[in-house]
């Protein structure tokens, strides 16, 4: 298989080997073949860095790469309330249990800014810098729910490709300079 290209980054899902309308379905032995597939049958070029987005928990799928891939560090990334911050100290423990390096954590949807210019933190405040001081793991900064980041996205073009100096592109900025810190 071989993977999509844009942007000088490799992308490959097994999203895109079904039909859009059909449900994947898969009980644990289809989730672990899905990631050998993935990691064993795509002609990746070469590359520095491969990021898997994984659903949240700790199931087959974060236990089989935890076990069968070597893995160089996790980032959790997850919304700030409470109920989601229950998966995420699980994924936390699970991870430190099997020897995966956590390389910190994203509070994803962390606020929105109204039209008076506040920001509004409709999730919760902190959960997640919180969660991060707790396990004593790097907090890597939040990312707002933000208009021009899902247009952006719906229109396949990432926000810090088509607007670099916008306020979002440079959280994103922040985030990855930290992450690429953690390697060294």
């Given at each position: 298989m071989i993977p999509l290209e844009k942007y000088n980054a490799q992308c490959m899902s097994m999203g895109f080997l079904v039909d859009e309308q059909t449900p994947m379905i898969w009980r644990g032995p289809m989730v672990i073949s899905a990631i050998k597939t993935m990691t064993q049958n795509v002609l990746w070029k070469e590359r520095d860095v491969i990021i898997v987005d994984m659903p949240p928990g700790t199931g087959d799928t974060q236990l089989t790469f935890a076990q069968q891939v070597k893995v160089d560090g996790a980032i959790i990334?997850?919304?700030?309330?409470?109920?989601?911050l229950l998966d995420v100290?699980?994924?936390?423990?699970?991870?430190?249990?099997?020897?995966?390096?956590?390389?910190?954590?994203?509070?994803?949807?962390?606020?929105?800014?109204?039209?008076?210019?506040?920001?509004?933190?409709?999730?919760?405040?902190?959960?997640?810098e919180k969660t991060?001081?707790?396990?004593?793991?790097?907090?890597?900064?939040?990312?707002?729910?933000?208009q021009d980041l899902r247009s952006s996205a719906d229109k396949g073009e990432p926000l810090?490709?088509?607007?670099?100096?916008?306020?979002?592109?440079?959280?994103?900025?922040?985030?990855?300079?930290?992450?690429?810190?953690s390697f060294h």
């Open positions: 990334v997850s919304t700030p309330q409470d109920l989601a100290k699980r994924g936390i423990q699970m991870f430190d249990k099997t020897g995966v390096k956590i390389l910190g954590l994203i509070d994803n949807m962390s606020y929105f800014k109204g039209d008076d210019g506040k920001d509004y933190k409709i999730f919760g405040e902190s959960g997640v991060a001081k707790e396990f004593n793991k790097e907090f890597l900064g939040s990312l707002p729910i933000h810090t490709h088509s607007n670099p100096d916008h306020e979002v592109s440079k959280l994103f900025k922040n985030i990855a300079e930290k992450i690429k810190q």
